[in-house]
């Protein structure tokens, strides 16, 4: 166990929906990071938080967004969903100061109709 | 940060010592060697870390090259629960790398009875 939760774990949903995705880091982590996972695919990386700010974005499209709340519990937002949106969605916290290493939550798993 | 190469597939007999190599010819002289896995689909794991000195933690040995331009993942008896994808990620340390980090497609180690 991580420390770091998703909600929820499996999300059937229809194109164009919307869909919002969960995450809690773990206690004393500032930093939120999302990531996609397509099917044999690699990881990649949409937008980090850190302290409820932006810090960095990826390759995160515009029907997508993220906010980090004053709890530290962040939500990914996707929007007008594709086909093409299926994957597993991770979030990860990490470490505040140090070496900095990822902490990953178990991923939602997103499959549109 | 640098690029890795990693063979795509490796098999291994349970109890014996598993060796994943990683090439990262073009790293640089501040960037750390990270492994991390990932269990069929489940959240990635992070394993072990090093910049040049050999590493062990209670889960693997990381043994870099003097040169620096390759390493080895040592688990030294494998079982079951480790066949999973392995990943060789090179990034200078420190949370705020995080987003720069390359996920390739890693290594895929099957553990075999």
């Known amino acids: 166990d991580s420390g770091v939760t998703q909600t929820p774990k499996h999300l059937i949903t229809a194109t164009g929906q919307r869909v919002t995705l969960r995450c809690s880091p773990r206690?004393?982590?500032?930093?939120v990071y999302w990531y996609q996972q397509s099917l044999d695919q690699g990881l990649q990386f949409l937008i980090q938080?850190?302290?409820?700010?932006?810090?960095a974005k990826g390759n995160i499209l515009e029907r997508f967004s993220a906010q980090q709340f004053p709890d530290l519990h962040s939500e990914l937002n996707l929007s007008s969903l594709e086909l093409g949106d299926s994957a597993l969605y991770f979030c990860?916290?990490?470490?505040?100061?140090?070496?900095?290493?990822?902490?990953f939550g178990e991923g939602s798993r997103l499959t549109v109709l | 940060d640098a690029k890795t190469t990693q063979p795509p597939s490796m098999d291994c007999a349970e109890g014996r010592a598993a060796n994943l190599p990683c090439n990262h010819s073009?790293?640089?002289?501040?960037?750390?060697v990270y492994w991390y896995r990932q269990i069929h689909s489940q959240g990635p794991q992070y394993i072990i870390h090093?910049?040049?000195?050999?590493e062990t933690n209670e889960m693997a040995s990381l043994i870099i090259t003097e040169d620096r331009k390759s390493s080895t993942l040592i688990l030294p008896h494998a079982t079951l629960r480790d066949t999973a994808v392995y990943y060789c990620?090179?990034?200078?340390?420190?949370?705020?790398?995080?987003?720069?980090?390359?996920w390739g497609l890693g290594t895929s180690l099957a553990v075999n009875p």
């Open positions: 090093g910049l040049k000195n050999n």
């Open positions: 073009t790293i640089s002289g501040n960037e750390y």
């Open positions: 990620i090179v990034r200078v340390e420190g949370a705020g790398n995080n987003r720069k980090l390359i």
């Open positions: 938080y850190y302290n409820g700010e932006e810090r």
């Open positions: 990860a916290s990490s470490v505040p100061a140090g070496s900095g290493e990822l902490f």
């Open positions: 206690s004393g982590d500032l930093s």
